[in-house]
Nanobody, 119 residues
Framework: QVQLVESGGGLVQPGEALRLSCKAS????????MAWYRQAPGKNRDLVAR???????NYADSVKGRFTISRDNAKNTVYLQMHSLKPEDTAVYSC?????????????WGKGTLVTVSS
């Protein structure tokens, strides 16, 4: 059974930084795309950042220049470094990954970690 487990969320003040981590575990042959999504109260879940297996990245316009996504393939882990946090960044951040195992390539989601930006 493949699992994605996020960590690193919490309460920070505007302008501060935070780093999220998401580790995949279970029977994994390879991991293709990995990404972070977020869902603010009363809003849809939106893509924050995506990183391909080769390291190519995409970001939502609202986080460009402030957030950086990276991955450690040896640890099956994806990170989201967030700087200059704003109250509008408050949301539940969820990890997403396309994982290849004996069953083929499937998409998995973590349960999410709450980030609250408030003074």
């Amino acid at each position: 059974q493949v699992q994605l487990v996020e960590s690193g969320g919490g309460l920070v003040q505007p302008g501060e930084a935070l780093r999220l981590s998401c580790k995949a575990s279970g029977f994994i042959l390879n991991i293709n795309d990995m990404a972070w999504y977020r869902q603010a109260p009363g809003k849809n879940r939106d893509l924050v950042a995506r990183i391909g297996s080769g390291g190519s990245t995409n970001y939502a316009d609202s986080v460009k220049g402030r957030f950086t996504i990276s991955r450690d393939n040896a640890k099956n882990t994806v990170y989201l470094q967030m700087h200059s946090l704003k109250p509008e960044d408050t949301a539940v951040y969820s990890c997403y990954a396309v994982i290849v195992n004996a069953l083929g390539a499937m998409a998995y989601w973590g349960k999410g970690t709450l980030v609250t930006v408030s003074s």
